[in-house]
C-alpha cells in the first residue's frame, strides 16, 4: 500500500520540505508515504480564481493513480483524533488499496475533486498555512504508524 499526498504548489520553504521529508522518510516501505506536487495556477489581481481553482482541481484528479481511495482535505470536512486515523490505517493496510490525500491551494478544493473523495477530512476548525498542512499530514500519518506498531513515538490517553 502507498499513501500519496497529492498537493497544489511547488518550491516549497526548506524547513517545509526538511520537515517533509523527515515524516516520510520514518514510514515503513509496505505503507511508504509519496508527495506529488501540481502545479499552481498564476494569481493576480484581475484573475479568474473559480477557473484556476477548476483547472488546478483538473490537474489534482490526473494525478490520482487509478484505483485507490481518495481523501479530501476541506475546512468543512470531519474532524479526527490520530487514534481515529491509526484505526482507519490499519483498515487501509488490511485492504490493501492505495490512498490519496488531495489538498488544494489557497481557495481549496475545486468541485470536482469534493465530489470524487470517499472521504473529506478537516485537519482542524483553525486555518493554516497551505505549506504547513504537508507538514501536519506528513506528522500525524507517521504518529499513526507510530501507535499500529507500537513505538514510543505517540504518548496519548
Known sequence: MQIYLVAVGRRMPQWVDQAYNEYARRMPRHCSLKLIEINAGK????????????????????????????????????????????????????????VVLLVGGPEGLSQACLDRADECWSLSKMTFAHPLVRVVLAEQLYRAWSIIANLPYHRGE
Open 43 to 98: 494569481r493576480s489581481k484581475s484573475a479568474d480564481v473559480a477557473r484556476i481553482n477548476r483547472e488546478e482541481g483538473a490537474r489534482l484528479l490526473e494525478a490520482i493513480p487509478a484505483g485507490s481511495r481518495v481523501i479530501a482535505l476541506e475546512r468543512t470536512g470531519k474532524e479526527k483524533t490520530t487514534e481515529k486515523l491509526a484505526a482507519g490505517m490499519e483498515k487501509w493496510l488490511a485492504g490493501g488499496q492505495d
